[in-house]
């Protein structure tokens, strides 16, 4: 699946720490290395072209902090590619990009499964104090796990360490004490995105009734 993020384009347009032949260069593999994954052509990426031309200025020995007008053109169209991703959920493309290694890229993957988790919760009727929503940060090659943890369910966001298309687990539980809960279910990313139709696998599958997931006792199976 093709995916995009805005990282390259910012870092492309602000590059600063990236002083010496060695980090530039590695910064425009990254670029390259992101735009074949989001399916751009490498030769007309923007960011990629932004990086080269500072890679070759600072093997020149130019000062890349200066503003440079034959660049002005690419960098419009580097702030036009950060606004148009901007205004799309980031949460899958993380998820399929990986954020080990990376810590921005980790920060912003748990700050927009945070945001798709409380989403969830609003959307089955749930307040603040019927949950809790918390972060495992997980050691630097992982991309952790957000968890949102109610009286009757259990809902587990990481980056595919069960492998891809089962980056969300859920699952029935016996209060928030219970870390273990009943049988796990296991969904693709991108249910995360759309809390209404995450409300209804959930609903479904966990037996919740509609507007009664909040903290009295869950129906058994067989009470429908």
């Not at 602000?14 to 980090?23: A, F, H, K, R, V």
């Amino acid at each position: 699946m093709n995916y995009d993020l805005a990282f390259r384009f910012a870092r492309a347009l602000q590059p600063e720490g990236l002083t010496t032949i060695q980090n530039a260069c590695a910064a425009l593999v990254d670029a390259m290395k992101d735009a074949r994954n989001a399916g751009c052509e490498i030769e007309r990426d923007p960011a990629v072209i932004l990086l080269g031309r500072h890679l070759g200025r600072v093997a020149s020995g130019l000062d890349p902090a200066e503003s440079y007008p034959a660049d002005g053109a690419i960098r419009q169209a580097c702030f036009e590619r950060i606004a148009d991703l901007r205004a799309k959920p980031a949460l899958v493309p993380l998820a399929r990009r990986g954020v080990g290694y990376d810590p921005e890229a980790k920060r912003a993957f748990h700050r927009e499964a945070r945001a798709a988790l409380a989403a969830l919760a609003r959307q089955l009727g749930l307040v603040p104090d019927d949950y809790d929503l918390r972060i495992n940060v997980g050691g630097i090659a992982v991309s952790g796990e957000v968890t949102l943890h109610s009286e009757k369910f259990y809902v587990q966001i990481s980056c595919g360490i069960m492998g891809p298309g089962r980056e969300i687990l859920y699952r029935r539980c016996k209060g928030r004490r219970d870390y273990c809960g009943d049988r796990n279910h296991f969904a693709d990313i991108a249910l995360a995105i759309d809390a209404a139709r995450f409300a209804r696998t959930l609903q479904r599958e966990l037996c919740l009734a509609p507007g009664n997931a909040r903290q009295d006792a869950l129906p058994t199976a067989t009470a429908a």
